[in-house]
Each structure stands twice: as structure tokens, then as C-alpha cells.
């Protein structure tokens, strides 16, 4: 089992930033490709950026909505991800999710199977 804990959102206004967290523990060994996800009200999922686990995996994916604006950075010493969220808008709103997979690259939300609480991100001003 792999155990997921996200912290850092809260309240920002339209061109803010923000960094999320998400710490990694338990069977980190058995995770291949892990993701920020974000939902808002009444919408699907939907994949922010995938990345391979290890280091040198592969490059990371970002949705094309937040690529330039938003970095997804590692701390493998810390098993601990952080999605670097710059420039931000109110369409970024949502509740934001980490999430860990045992397979390859995937922007599915499906194909997850570990997954943090949540943590909500409010952009309005």
C-alpha cells in the first residue's frame, strides 16, 4: 500500500502563486508514474501533469491549460512531490489530487490507485 498526504492549498487571488505537496510512504517501491489530477465542481477529473517516479524516467506530460504557468518538481530524498502553481486563474479552482500508479504513464485518472485527501485551491479576487 502506498499512503499519500497532500497539504498546501488555500485562497489566492488571479495571478497569485501557490505550491501543493503531497508526501509520499508505505510501498513507494511498487510506484511507476504518479500525477496531480484536479477536479472542479460538476466537471470530470482531469490530469494536470504525470511523470514517471523514478529519476531520469522520462520527461513529465502537463494539460496544455497549464503548461508554462504550472513546474512539477521532486524531492526523492523526501519521497515528496510539489506542483509549483504560477500565474494562476479562476478556471484553476478546484480541489487538486495527487495520485500514484503502479503502471506507465497515464493521464486517466482510472488507472490510479493510490490517491491523497485533497486539497482545495480557491482563486478569486
Known amino acids: 500500500q502506498v499512503q499519500l498526504v497532500e497539504s498546501g492549498g488555500g485562497l489566492v487571488q488571479p495571478g497569485d502563486s501557490l505550491r501543493l505537496s503531497c508526501k509520499a510512504s508505505?510501498?513507494?517501491?511498487?510506484?511507476?508514474?504518479m500525477a496531480w489530477f484536479r477536479q472542479a465542481p460538476g466537471k470530470e477529473r482531469e490530469v494536470v501533469v504525470a511523470?514517471?517516479?523514478?529519476?531520469?524516467?522520462?520527461?513529465?506530460y502537463f494539460a496544455d491549460s497549464v503548461k508554462d504557468r504550472f513546474i512539477s518538481l521532486r524531492n526523492y530524498a523526501k519521497n515528496t512531490i510539489y506542483l509549483q502553481m504560477n500565474s494562476l486563474k479562476p478556471e484553476d479552482a478546484a480541489v487538486y489530487y495527487c495520485?500514484?500508479?503502479?503502471?506507465?504513464?497515464?493521464?486517466?485518472?482510472?488507472?490510479?490507485?493510490?490517491w491523497g485527501q485533497g486539497t482545495q485551491v480557491t482563486v478569486s479576487s
Open positions: 508505505g510501498h513507494t517501491f511498487s510506484i511507476n508514474t
Open positions: 495520485a500514484a500508479t503502479s503502471k506507465s504513464y497515464s493521464d486517466d485518472w482510472r488507472d490510479y490507485d493510490y
Open positions: 511523470f514517471p517516479w523514478t529519476a531520469g524516467g522520462g520527461n513529465a
